[in-house]
């Protein structure tokens, strides 16, 4: 397995839309394998494939810890809950939150990595997760959601921060991945 590199805020990538994946390959497990590796590495729940520089319908979730799965054109097939508002962060705009209000429960269809179709009711975190992830694949993002002033603050310490990533890529340092064990809720 490998480290992927992080695309973040400002890579055109983040913007466009996924393509759906029509078959599953060794190269797309592979693909899973090593944005799953990539995933607990930044101490993230969630990883969607234009994080990482690609164009597949695909995304990793693990809000548990030690329960990695895969979404393959996953699609929200239900989310008429009522909204639920928390604070939001992604592996892709590191050290940004933002609260984001959100459908509480969702269910959502997608393939496993083994190309079978399933069926997935959530709410919660995993709910959040997934739709966060479900947004990357469409080209969005949370502070997409966020108030005119709220975003105008969060762009503004962005711009403070950005200058970290040169090229709009994030390398996980050896330190990073060595404290791996430490989780925060990043997607
Ligand atoms: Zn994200």
């Not at 239900?78 to 508002?85: E, F, P």
């Not at 079978?116 to 997760?129: I, M, N, Q």
Request: charge should be negative; include cysteine; charged fraction near 30%.
């Amino acid at each position: 397995m490998a480290l992927l590199k992080i695309q973040v805020l400002g890579s055109p990538i983040l913007r466009q839309q996924t393509v759906p994946v029509e078959t599953i390959t060794d190269e797309l497990r592979t693909l899973i394998d090593d944005m799953i590796e990539t995933m607990y590495a930044a101490r993230g729940i969630g990883l969607a494939a234009p994080q990482v520089g690609r164009s597949e319908r695909v995304a990793v979730i693990d809000v548990e810890g030690d329960s990695p799965f895969a979404i393959i054109n996953p699609q929200i097939v239900r989310n008429d809950s009522d909204l639920a508002k928390a604070e939001e962060g992604c592996l892709s705009i590191p050290d940004v939150y933002g609260d984001v209000a959100r459908p509480e429960k969702v269910t959502v269809r997608a393939m496993d990595r083994d190309g079978r179709e399933f069926e997935l009711e959530a709410e919660g975190l995993l709910a959040r997760c997934l739709q966060h992830e479900i947004d990357h694949l469409d080209g969005r993002l949370f502070i997409d959601y966020l108030s005119t002033l709220r975003r105008k603050a969060v762009m503004a310490k962005w711009a403070t921060i950005k200058g970290k990533y040169p090229g709009y890529i994030r390398t996980l340092t050896a330190e990073e991945v060595a404290e791996h064990h430490h989780r925060d809720e990043e997607l």
